[in-house]
T-cell receptor
Framework: EADIYQTPRYLVIGTGKKITLECSQTMGHDKMYWYQQDPGMELHLIHYSYGVNSTEKGDLSSESTVSRIRTEHFPLTLESARPSHTSQYLC??????????????FGEGSRLTVL | QKEVEQNSGPLSVPEGAIASLNCTYSDRGSQSFFWYRQYSGKSPELIMFIYSNGDKEDGRFTAQLNKASQYVSLLIRDSQPSDSATYLCAFLSGGYQKVTFGIGTKLQVIP
């Protein structure tokens, strides 16, 4: 079982609120990712990081921001939530270097609903 | 052209039959290829990965890779109702080492 955790699992919040989705992993993985997935739709990469102080935007434009101050922690923040941000957010990690088979380990996801 | 093309399905097969799932990709620099299974409302989980041309077998699952044709497939033998899920094809790009996913094929195994 993968050791990657996301909180909260479910969040219902009003428009304009600031939210932070937490993601932590205990596998010592250098690479971490945030994917966004609407029900029945494909996964879209919105942010990734190759290590501490490294963050990049993914393929899908997102108003969210991320930070990577510690290897194990990769939080995602929305400064002002809107209904269009309603979605499932999946955090994942993978090993780097020789240990990197490319396999992603996913957290259980954070389902965000903005009213 | 999408980086990863999959038929979204649904693909319906009777219990005990072979389910065949297909995927094409556009990035010739792709190094590794993956099949993830995603149950409704759950996160994806890795079933198989393959990086060499040919077949790779693991239990009831066989992944097939043809780099010249930019084609990867997944065969599920003796399909079970518990195999009903969405199967995501993905590849690891050579340049940025990112994993890109297809839309996924929804498989329904009919008892």
């Amino acid at each position: 079982e993968a050791d990657i955790y996301q909180t909260p699992r479910y969040l219902v919040i009003g428009t304009g609120k600031k939210i932070t989705l937490e993601c932590s992993q205990t596998m010592g993985h250098d690479k971490m990712y945030w994917y966004q997935q609407d029900p029945g739709m494909e996964l879209h990469l919105i942010h990734y990081s190759y290590g501490v102080n490294s963050t990049e935007k993914g393929d899908l434009s997102s108003e969210s921001t991320v930070s990577r101050i510690r290897t194990e922690h990769f939080p995602l923040t929305l400064e002002s939530a809107r209904p269009s941000h309603t979605s499932q957010y999946l955090c994942a990690s993978s090993a780097a270097g020789r240990a990197n088979t490319g396999e992603l380990f996913f957290g259980e996801g954070s389902r965000l609903t903005v009213l | 052209q999408k980086e990863v093309e999959q038929n979204s399905g649904p693909l319906s097969v009777p219990e005990g039959a072979i389910a065949s799932l297909n995927c094409t990709y556009s990035d010739r620099g792709s190094q590794s290829f993956f099949w993830y299974r995603q149950y409704s409302g759950k996160s994806p989980e890795l079933i198989m990965f393959i990086y060499s041309n040919g077949d790779k077998e693991d239990g009831r699952f066989t992944a097939q890779l043809n780099k010249a044709s930019q084609y990867v497939s997944l065969l599920i033998r003796d399909s079970q109702p518990s195999d009903s899920a969405t199967y995501l094809c993905a590849f690891l790009s050579g340049g940025y080492q990112k994993v890109t996913f297809g839309i996924g094929t929804k498989l329904q195994v009919i008892p």
